[in-house]
């Protein structure tokens, strides 16, 4: 892969740079289905970065990295644009510093791919109304991740409900995805009356206590939150007048799925790692109403 760094640029230099690569390489033909603008700190944009890498072989893309930096003193753009092997696209690492920061969608706007979706990532801390921010108004979906977020991960996650709007995602939703599966998978297999359910997971567990709120939404029935040691969630349980369905996952791999009459049987439940969460998101733009009714029932509780 080879970069190419920009100082004190600016869009029209980064989009010039983005042309120069298409034409270095051959290939004049964008064929990119998307633009995907991560916020990111600088400590954490080499590992957001490659991430959404990963993540474009199956969704290619023009990724756009901003760092917001020092907001004073003179306003500075610098860039590295990369093209070639590793990206299906192209990626370029925005750094901005100084009065600019305050304007970051005016740097972002020019080098969105025209008539083409927009998605906006913040892997650590977002802001507290992801719709309403700068960058976020710009896109069709916004994705947030409050297990990520540096401190607060429960107010974060509770923030990100009470603000829902269509577009909006988190990747602690993202998450729950296999253990939604299994549940719904199971009692279509068997059809009982479930009275009470338990998600245990560890103490601060986004996660959980998404999981919590989609079981109590959908099922209409108490549901109590349990504390384990983790790793993320280990249990998950829906109780019945012939006796609880029981999955289980202690190591963060592999669960035991139980239930009455029938033989405990194993499950592959393996935790998944950020790009096949990224990626997941990113097949579908439209509203996840599951998550927004989720969101709705958490949002009403007391974080």
């Given at each position: 892969?080879?970069?190419?760094?920009?100082?004190?640029?600016?869009?029209?230099?980064?989009?010039?740079?983005?042309?120069?690569?298409?034409?270095?390489?051959?290939?004049?033909?964008?064929?990119?289905?998307?633009?995907?603008?991560?916020?990111?700190?600088?400590?954490?944009?080499?590992?957001?970065?490659?991430?959404?890498?990963?993540?474009?072989?199956?969704?290619?893309?023009?990724?756009?990295?901003?760092?917001?930096?020092?907001?004073?003193?003179?306003?500075?753009?610098?860039?590295?644009?990369r093209t070639g092997s590793g990206a299906t696209g192209e990626t370029a690492l925005i750094r901005l510093t100084g009065e600019v920061t305050k304007h970051p969608a005016s740097v972002v706007l020019p080098l969105l791919l025209p008539d083409s979706p927009v998605v906006v990532w913040w892997p650590t801390d977002a802001p507290a109304d992801p719709a309403a921010d700068p960058l976020g108004?710009?896109?069709?979906?916004?994705?947030?991740?409050?297990?990520?977020?540096?401190?607060?991960?429960?107010?974060?996650?509770?923030?990100?409900?009470?603000?829902?709007?269509?577009?909006?995602?988190?990747?602690?939703?993202?998450?729950?995805?296999?253990?939604?599966?299994?549940?719904?998978?199971?009692?279509?297999?068997?059809?009982?009356?479930?009275?009470?359910?338990?998600?245990?997971?560890?103490?601060?567990?986004?996660?959980?206590?998404?999981?919590?709120?989609?079981?109590?939404?959908?099922?209409?029935?108490?549901?109590?939150?349990?504390?384990?040691?983790?790793?993320?969630?280990?249990?998950?349980?829906?109780?019945?007048?012939?006796?609880?369905?029981?999955?289980?996952?202690?190591?963060?791999?592999?669960?035991?799925?139980?239930?009455?009459?029938?033989?405990?049987?194993?499950?592959?439940?393996?935790?998944?790692?950020?790009?096949?969460?990224?990626?997941?998101?990113?097949?579908?733009?439209?509203?996840?109403?599951?998550?927004?009714?989720?969101?709705?029932?958490?949002?009403?509780?007391?974080?």
């Amino acid at each position: 892969m080879s970069m190419i760094e920009l100082t004190d640029t600016n869009s029209a230099g980064i989009a010039a740079e983005f042309v120069r690569a298409r034409r270095r390489a051959g290939s004049p033909a964008m064929g990119m289905v998307m633009t995907l603008v991560i916020v990111v700190p600088d400590e954490d944009a080499e590992h957001a970065m490659a991430a959404a890498r990963h993540a474009s072989h199956e969704h290619p893309a023009r990724v756009l990295g901003v760092v917001l930096g020092d907001g004073r003193g003179h306003g500075t753009i610098h860039a590295q644009v990369r093209t070639g092997s590793g990206a299906t696209g192209e990626t370029a690492l925005i750094r901005l510093t100084g009065e600019v920061t305050k304007h970051p969608a005016s740097v972002v706007l020019p080098l969105l791919l025209p008539d083409s979706p927009v998605v906006v990532w913040w892997p650590t801390d977002a802001p507290a109304d992801p719709a309403a921010d700068p960058l976020g108004a710009l896109a069709q979906r916004r994705i947030t991740d409050a297990a990520a977020a540096t401190s607060g991960r429960s107010r974060a996650l509770h923030g990100q409900c009470a603000r829902y709007v269509p577009g909006n995602t988190d990747l602690a939703w993202t998450r729950t995805t296999p253990w939604r599966a299994l549940l719904a998978s199971t009692l279509d297999q068997q059809a009982r009356r479930i009275t009470a359910a338990e998600v245990e997971a560890e103490k601060v567990s986004p996660s959980a206590d998404l999981l919590a709120a989609w079981l109590a939404d959908r099922l209409k029935v108490p549901v109590e939150r349990r504390v384990s040691d983790g790793p993320g969630i280990t249990e998950a349980v829906m109780v019945t007048r012939d006796g609880p369905i029981r999955i289980a996952r202690p190591d963060g791999r592999l669960a035991t799925l139980s239930s009455p009459g029938a033989p405990d049987r194993p499950v592959a439940l393996k935790r998944r790692e950020l790009p096949e969460l990224l990626a997941e998101e990113l097949r579908r733009l439209d509203e996840d109403e599951v998550y927004a009714a989720t969101a709705r029932r958490l949002a009403k509780e007391k974080p």
